[in-house]
Structure formats: structure tokens, C-alpha cells
């Protein structure tokens, strides 16, 4: 029963589409890890997320900050942006399953294994300063507020930069936003973990004093998956942790990529989209 681990979509569902047959995937036997973004800037996002949530069981995803600014449209006050392509998404019968299936998507995914070699993903990563443990514990503490009665405050409350440092003491919409800046925005880190937000190229990008997020050492030693950061092209050079970075930039020209987790194999169909 294999799984496979696929970047993010964007929309790209022509090419999802022919990874999935390239892959031979079948959903009675074999198993999809999703690093999130399923929906913007491509063409064909609500069929990404009808095919997806069509899978079932067999296909998990995690959510992205794309994902987040659908449901933030939607159901919590947000705007839609100038690049945004998720009219289809807002004007399709089957609007409100979608969301609502979407809405109970997780942040954060692991295998069974021993906690300090468990196979993780999260759509932008996790800061060295967490360990596995509490990095669960905050995942189910955002989609509970996700999922509760009060989820549309907590979607029209969670924009911003700010707090851009991780503390315990962190309450209300301040704890809430910067964990949904770490699960789905984070690139760069300084060496306490505060996130910064306005490079977003690859690695040479770095501002000074900030280092990519898994250039830092961690306490445990876990088999971290992410998508979100296309620029590195699933390149990953001077890590000091295990990670894959599976964002290969379908939407941009890229490639749409897989990954055998038993194996490691990469697989990827070329983007049928206009290379930026």
C-alpha cells in the first residue's frame, strides 16, 4: 500500500490529474499525503478540491495559507486579491460541502512511528524550537478554533505579521495568528524562532541575522515534509534536520511532484502552465 506525498496544487488539476495515472494510484490500495494549497492562482481549483475530497480516506491533506484565505473569504469577512482565482469555488452549487469539508482539514499530519523518527508534514514546516509533541498539540488547537462556533472570528482575525515571536504566554487572536504564520507562512527564522515575512525567494534571499527554518538543529530527529516555499524546487541544500520540500511550482511552469515515502522516489509531471 503505497503513499505518496504531493506538493501543493494551486489549482493545478489537469496535471494532479496525470500524476495521479502516472502514479497507477489507486484509492483501494494506496494512500495520498497533501502538503496543502490545493486551491489559488491556477486555473482549475474547485476541481482540485472536488477530486481530492472525493478520495476519502484515501487522501489527507493539511492546510496551506491559500486554503486558509479561501475559508477567511468565504466565512470570515475576508477579500478577495487581485491574483485570486477562487470565484468558481464561491459560486459552485456544491459550495458549502466543499468548505465545510475543507474547514475540518488538519495543520499538521504524522505517521505511527517512534515520536522521534515519525514522518511529519505541515505545509510551511516547524520551528526547532517545538518539539513534535507540542507541534500536535497547537495543530489541534487551531482547527478546534477552526471548527468551533466562533471559527468566522478567528478566520477575519488571523491576517497580520504580528506577533512574529512564538511565546507561552501568547492568548486570544495574537497566539492563534502567529500559529497559523508558523503552520502555513513560515520561510525564514532568526535564531529565537521569530518568523520573517518579506523574503520569499530562495535561500540567497535570506535578510541578514534570519536562516531558512530547518538550517537550525532540532531535539529530535523527524522526517519533515512541506510544501509552500516553490523557490527551493524541492532543493533543500545545508539542512540540519531531515526535510523534504515538495513545492516544485506546478502553478509557476514548474513541475507537479510526488514522493514515495517508502522509497524516497520522486515523481513529477511537467506544469501545463504559463512559466513565470
Request: with cysteine; net charge negative.
Amino acid at each position: 500500500m503505497p503513499t505518496y506525498a504531493i506538493g501543493d496544487l494551486h489549482g493545478c488539476h489537469a496535471e494532479f490529474v496525470e500524476l495521479l495515472d502516472y502514479l497507477d494510484f489507486d484509492p483501494r490500495r494506496d494512500r495520498l499525503w497533501l502538503a496543502g494549497d490545493l486551491v489559488n492562482r491556477g486555473p482549475e481549483s474547485l476541481a482540485c478540491l472536488r477530486e481530492v475530497m472525493a478520495l476519502g480516506d484515501a487522501a489527507v491533506t493539511v492546510l496551506g495559507n491559500h486554503d486558509m484565505h479561501l475559508l477567511a473569504v468565504a466565512r470570515g469577512g475576508g477579500s478577495l486579491r487581485r491574483k485570486d482565482t477562487l470565484e468558481a469555488i464561491l459560486a459552485a452549487r456544491d459550495r458549502e460541502a466543499l468548505l465545510d469539508w475543507l474547514q475540518t482539514r488538519p495543520f499538521m499530519v504524522q505517521d505511527d512511528a517512534p515520536s522521534e523518527h515519525r514522518t511529519v508534514m505541515t505545509h510551511a514546516g516547524l520551528p526547532p524550537c517545538w518539539s513534535l509533541h507540542a507541534a500536535a498539540e497547537r495543530a489541534d488547537e487551531l482547527q478546534t478554533q477552526l471548527s468551533g462556533e466562533r471559527a468566522g472570528e478567528f478566520l477575519e482575525g488571523m491576517y497580520g505579521n504580528e506577533p512574529a515571536c512564538w511565546r507561552d504566554d501568547l492568548e486570544g487572536i495574537d497566539r492563534l495568528r502567529h500559529l497559523v504564520n508558523v503552520f502555513t507562512r513560515m520561510r525564514f527564522i532568526d535564531a529565537q524562532g521569530c518568523l520573517e515575512f518579506d523574503a520569499k525567494e530562495g535561500l540567497d534571499s535570506a535578510p541578514a541575522g534570519f536562516a531558512p527554518w530547518f538550517q537550525y538543529p532540532r531535539g529530535d530527529d523527524p522526517w519533515l515534509l512541506f510544501g509552500h516555499w516553490a523557490a527551493l524546487q524541492g532543493e533543500t541544500p545545508e539542512r540540519r534536520v531531515r526535510v523534504e520540500a515538495l513545492d516544485t511550482g506546478c502553478v509557476w511552469g514548474g513541475t507537479l511532484t510526488a514522493m514515495n515515502l517508502a522509497s524516497g522516489e520522486r515523481l513529477n509531471v511537467p506544469s501545463r502552465q504559463r512559466r513565470n
